[in-house]
C-alpha cells in the first residue's frame, strides 16, 4: 500500500532540521499565559511579543471582554448554523451595518474568518470567463481563492501597476470582467501598495478593484480605513476586504462595497454559505473593539510613532529591515541558518517573533517578522532592540 | 505569430541556463520541478520573465499542466496562436 503521507517526505526533514538545529518547534509555540496585549509566558518566560498583528492591543480590551460576556450570557455561545441557514441573527446584521457605515459605503458581509473573506469574495465574483490579476506577493487566502474560482489567473510583478498595466493591456479585447487584487500592506514585508497608480490603473483599463486592508485596517489613512483613504482613492475601490483578526483584535472577516449586487454575492459564495456563522460574543466582542478604535484615534498615532522607533532602531543596529515604515517590520536574513539561530536566541531571550521561510516570503530569503502594537511602551521596543543587537552579534550576522 | 515549440523551448532553456544552479545539459523533455528542482514559487517567477519576453501572459492555470520545458513552449504558443 502507498503512504498517504508519502508527499510530506520533505516537509518532515525540513521541519526535522529546524528542530534539530534550534531546538524547538518554530510553528509550535505556545503562549502559556497572556499577561498583557504585548507581555505572554513562552516557556515559563515572560515574553516580549513582537509578532502577534494585534497593531492597537484591543484583544486585551476590558469593554470588548465584557460585551463579549454580556453576549454569551444573552444569546449563548454559538450561532449552529451557516449565514444563509439558521446562522444570521440580529446581532450578525448589526455588525454588518457598523462596519458599512464605519467604511461609508452600502453594503458589508461578514464571514467567519478573514481567510473566508478573501476566498469568498474572490471566488464568486470571478467565473469562468473572467481574468483574476494578483500581485505575485499576494497572500495564500487570495491564493487559495482565485483556486477556488474559476477564472483565469495571472500575476503581476510585486507593487508594480506598469506591470499591471502592461498585462491588462495584453488582454484587451477579451471577453471576460477582470478583477484586481492587491493588499494594502503586505503582512511579510510590511511594503505599502500604491492603491492610487494601481486606483489609475483600472480606470484606464476599465477593470474592477478589491483591496485587502487586513494589516492596514485601523493602521493607516485619517480614519483607519486603510491604504486607499490614505492615498484618496476609496472611490476607485470596488471592494474592499478584511479581517477582525488583527486591529479589532477578535476574529472574522468583512467584504464591503458599494455595488448593489452584495445580496447576490451572499448566495453565491460557497465560504459564506457552507459555513457556521460567527458565535455572539464574537460579534458584540468586535463591535464594541470597532467603538473604541473610533473613540481612540490616538491609538494609531501611537502605533505608527512605534513602528518609527522599531525599524529605525533595526535600520540603526544595521540589520536589513523593511523599507518602509509600518507596523510590520521584518528582517531579511541571507541563510535559513541564520534565522533559525536568531529567532530561537530572540525567544530564549524574551523576545518573540515570527520566524517566516520561504516559499512563504518574497525572494528566497528567511525573515524575521515582527509586528508593532500601539500598546508597546517605548522601553520594551528599546529592550527588544538591545535584543536583537546583541542577538545579531553572537549568529555574526553583524560584526 | 512565428513563433514555433522548438523556437520558444531553446528560449525558455537559454534563460533557464542564465540562471547558474540550472544543471547545463538540460533539454527539452527536463521536468521543471523535478529536474531543476524549483518550487511552486520559482516556477511562476521564471514563468513571469518567459511571459515579459515574449509578451503573453500564461493564466496560473494553465501552469498547472506543465510539467517539462516541451509543455511551456506548447502551452505559450498555443495561447500565441489563440490571441
Ligand atoms: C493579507 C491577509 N489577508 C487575509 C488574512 C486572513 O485573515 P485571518 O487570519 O483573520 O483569517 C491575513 C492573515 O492571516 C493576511 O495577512
Known sequence: MSSIFAKFSGTASALGGLIESGGRNPFGVVIEKVVSSTVGVIENRETLLFGTNNYLGLSQSQNAVKAAQDAAAKYGVGTTGSRIANGTQSLHRQLEVQIA?????????????????????????????????????????IYDGSRLSTAQVIRFRHND?????????RLEGTPG?????????????????PVAEFAAVKRETDSYLLVDEAHSFGVIGENGLGVAEAAGVEKDVDFIAGTFSKSLGTVGGYCVSDHPEMDLIRVNCRPY??????????????????????????????????????HGGLHRIGLNASKQVSPVVAVTLETLGQAITMWNRLLEEGVYVNLSL???????????????MATHTPAQIDKALEVFASVARECSVLS | M?????????????????????????????????????DSLAVMNFVMEIEDTLDVSVPLDKLADVRTVDDLAKCIVDLQNKG
Open chain 1, 101 to 141: 457605515s464605519h467604511f461609508n459605503r452600502r453594503d458589508a458581509m461578514v464571514f467567519s474568518t478573514g481567510y473566508q473573506a478573501n476566498l469568498g469574495i474572490i471566488s464568486a465574483l470571478a467565473g469562468k470567463e473572467d481574468y483574476l490579476l494578483l500581485d505575485a506577493d499576494s497572500h495564500a487566502s
Open chain 1, 358 to 372: 520561504p516559499p512563504a516570503t518574497p525572494d528566497n530569503r528567511p525573515l524575521l517578522r515582527c509586528s508593532v
Open chain 1, 273 to 310: 454559505m457552507f459555513t457556521a456563522s460567527l458565535p455572539p460574543e464574537v460579534i458584540a466582542a468586535t463591535m464594541t473593539a470597532l467603538d473604541e478604535m473610533k473613540a481612540h484615534p490616538e491609538l494609531r498615532t501611537q502605533l505608527m510613532d512605534n513602528a518609527k522607533r522599531l
Open chain 1, 161 to 169: 501597476p506598469d506591470d499591471l498595466h502592461k498585462r491588462l493591456k
Open chain 1, 177 to 193: 470582467a477582470k478583477l484586481v487584487v492587491v493588499e494594502g500592506i503586505y503582512s511579510m514585508t510590511g511594503n505599502i501598495a
Open chain 2, 2 to 38: 512565428s513563433e514555433t515549440v522548438d523556437s520558444v523551448s531553446a528560449l525558455i532553456i537559454q534563460k533557464l541556463l542564465d540562471n547558474p544552479k540550472v544543471p547545463r545539459d538540460i533539454n527539452g523533455d527536463c521536468k521543471i520541478m523535478e529536474d531543476l528542482a524549483f
